[in-house]
């Protein structure tokens, strides 16, 4: 039996030159599926003929021969290069967001190939199953839930050798009606699976960090959850020994030691974790890996094993910030409680994802403000990134079913499932037609919120902290709160654009001009008058004042990769996008200050900042800020060297070369500076000339 399975698309949500040239968006899509390699790891091992497709790999190739992003065309050259290899089963997995376009994939497929089958499984598809045979006559089988046992059975019914209604957990049609065969049983012993195949896609060889199935199944109930309907309330955790043997081959063969376990309520069994933690800690392995977890699974004395045993990573799922609201979801989590965690988590040196979630029918604009005080404090901890998602109706979970008949299809709708800026439009069909297949892409009704008002708010709030971040928390403290700062702040921007709505808005909070007139805003609003509300404006000031001052570099030359030997010929070059301010405030104790929630003003004086193209901040000396005024690409090293030892007379003459030459490959491997190597040179590395030792 010759099959081909093909990954759920997940970069088609990503537009625009910017988001697709990253280098974030293109490691985090290039992330292997690790429910399609465990399939392709079963059916390799029965000795079954097995293809894998990455839609991903697809798109971007797509739009690197284009260099355009948007899925024009896209499905018909997915289609074909799918249709390439000759199966008899094409297996496609689903995921909510781009379930749309699979369907459309997988009917171009079909007329490619009419007499091979088309199965679909994964989240999507499981819940919407018999909707999905009813509408789509193209489709022909669909697997529910974990499909490692499931899959091998409809195989072997395809070749004749059982019976279909013998599938555990299969849906079909029988005389033209959708049907569905009872569940299968859950997968116990998750040990037993083989470790997936991620030898039949390629991407690890690229990446740093490997995703590793962890566990299955949550015992709790969210109302807007959908984990229950796929994997159910079976809670499993593979042994610590069968992960640190995955681990170490992982190890072995890519080279990567840092691992995103995955398993949504990691820390439930406190024994278990405790057992991990033992494990990793006596195993005598450097690995470090990330997790899920609820505030009230954790405490102080978990935390600190979690991070001896290599934890440097935590998501946390907040949701709420009313004790109302958490009611009313069914998650009961004790909000001041969460904060005293997040604190600890921060402490310890462990990076935290808290994510937070607006536009439940329940909600009120006072709960909104309760739940962004959740996320601001964990923009306070530097270590913590802040999540703020517009609530989906997830097919078939309790909030969908409940208000099935109330959704709303706007322009700008939620992204909690991580649907992207905008879709095509024979996507936006399949998703008027078909709602009840479709439903994460509509909005549920608002009745206690100004719905463009809330849309706005969060595109304000993202916006406004991944670009000002610790000026928000200097406003967020000095007034009643960035909810109410919002009001005001939305009442200018009507006034600037008074009939933008839906995707132009979520432009224009992407813009220099959402971020110009912000700071306007800003200054003339009483907030300024706070000391570190004024440090932060000040700041940016100095920040627009040197970018503005920067020149464009043509650089000459090859570039060179950091840790290679230098050459005196050699070109030294400030980073493309790194900006470097002088400033007379303390940043550092400003911040410091706003973590410990009060205002201080420090003493003024010269210091050096760093900023790089995504808005990091980075104190550095005036040695490292004269290296970047110096290496401004009319200069090879030798010369740079040279002005440093005039500029730093601090630095005895015997050793200004070899302390001056370590000083540039320090900023070189920092990535504040690159280096360039003319071509047709045959000077030899710095370090076979006459460079005085230390």
């Known amino acids: 039996m ?139 089988f669909v697997l529910r839930g974990e499909a490692e046992r499931s899959l091998p059975i409809l195989l072997d019914y395809l070749q004749g050798q059982r019976r279909l209604e013998q599938v555990p957990a299969l849906s079909y049609r029988a005389n033209t009606r959708p049907c569905r065969n009872p569940d299968g049983k859950v997968i116990d012993n998750l040990d037993e699976l083989p470790m997936p195949a991620y030898h039949l896609t390629g991407e690890l060889k690229k990446l740093t960090t490997a995703a590793l199935e962890l566990g299955r199944g949550c015992p709790y109930a969210c109302t807007f959850c959908s984990t229950n309907d796929f994997f159910r309330r079976n809670f499993r955790l593979r042994s610590p020994q069968r992960v640190l043997l995955d681990m170490r081959s992982i190890a072995a063969e890519y080279s990567i030691s840092d691992f995103e376990l995955v398993h949504d309520m990691f820390t439930i069994d406190r024994r278990r974790v405790e057992a991990f933690c033992e494990a990793m800690i006596g195993s005598g392995e450097d690995f470090t890996w990330s997790c899920s977890a609820r505030t009230d699974c954790v405490d102080e004395e978990l935390l600190e094993i979690m991070a001896r045993a290599g934890c440097n990573g935590i998501f946390y799922g907040v949701e709420v910030g009313s004790a109302k609201m958490q009611r009313i979801i069914n998650k009961d989590l004790d909000l001041e409680r969460a904060k005293e965690i997040i604190d600890k988590t921060e402490q310890l040196g462990i990076h935290t994802t808290v994510s937070m979630i607006v536009g439940f029918p329940d909600e009120t604009w006072q709960d909104v403000k309760e739940t962004v005080q959740i996320y601001m404090h964990s923009a306070r901890c530097p270590k913590s990134s802040p999540q703020l998602n517009l609530l989906a109706p997830l097919s078939e979970t309790p909030i969908h079913l409940k208000y099935k008949d109330a959704l709303i299809l706007d322009e700008l709708c939620s992204d909690m499932s991580h649907q992207g800026q905008s879709q095509h439009e024979a996507d936006l069909k399949l998703i008027r037609d078909y709602p009840d297949i479709f439903p994460n892409f509509y909005l549920l009704p608002t009745p206690f919120l100004d719905r463009d008002c809330l849309l706005e708010f969060r595109e304000f709030v993202l916006t406004a902290i991944k670009r000002f971040r610790w000026l928000v928390v200097a406003i967020d403290q000095n007034t009643s709160g960035i909810a109410d700062f919002f009001l005001a702040w939305r009442e200018r921007r009507l006034g600037l654009h008074p009939g933008m709505k839906g995707s132009d808005l979520r432009r224009y909070y992407r813009t220099e001009e959402f971020q110009s007139c912000f700071l306007a805003f800003v200054r003339q609003h009483p907030a300024a008058n706070c000391a570190s509300v004024q440090t932060f404006l000040d700041f940016e000031d100095a920040v627009v004042g040197a970018a503005s001052a920067d020149k464009a570099v043509d650089a000459r030359g090859s570039p060179v990769a950091p840790g290679f030997e230098l050459w005196w010929s050699d070109i030294a070059v400030k980073k493309s996008g790194t900006t470097l301010i002088e400033f007379f405030g303390d940043i550092q104790a400003v911040i410091d200050g706003l973590r410990s929630r009060s205002e201080s003003t420090p003493a003024r004086a010269r210091r050096y900042y760093v900023v790089g193209k995504s808005d990091r901040v980075e104190e550095v000396s005036n040695w490292i800020a004269c290296v970047l005024r110096n290496c401004d690409g009319s200069r090879t090293v030798k010369q740079v060297v040279k002005r440093l030892t005039d500029d730093l007379k601090e630095v005895d003459e015997s050793i200004s070369e070899y302390v001056f030459v370590r000083l540039l490959e320090g900023a070189w491997a920092k990535g504040f500076i690159d280096i360039y190597r003319p071509c047709l040179e045959t000077d030899p590395p710095i370090g076979a000339g006459s460079l005085p030792t230390a």
């Open 2 to 140: 010759v099959v081909c399975l093909v990954t759920a698309p997940t970069a088609t949500e990503f537009i625009g030159f910017d988001e697709l040239s990253s280098e974030s968006v293109r490691c985090v899509s290039s992330q292997p599926q690790l429910g399609v390699l465990s399939l392709a790891a079963v059916l390799e091992n029965r000795g079954d003929d097995l293809g894998i497709v990455s839609l991903n790999r697809v798109y971007f190739d797509y739009w690197n021969a284009r260099q355009r992003s948007g899925l024009d065309g896209f499905a018909e050259i997915a289609a074909a290069k799918i249709g390439m290899r000759d199966a008899d089963v094409y297996g496609f997995s689903s995921i909510c967001s781009s379930y749309p376009l699979t369907i459309r994939i997988a009917q171009a497929v079909k007329s490619i190939r009419p007499s091979s089958i088309i199965l679909l499984g994964g989240p999507q598809a499981s819940v919407v199953d018999l909707h999905t045979l009813a509408a789509f006559p193209f489709i022909d």
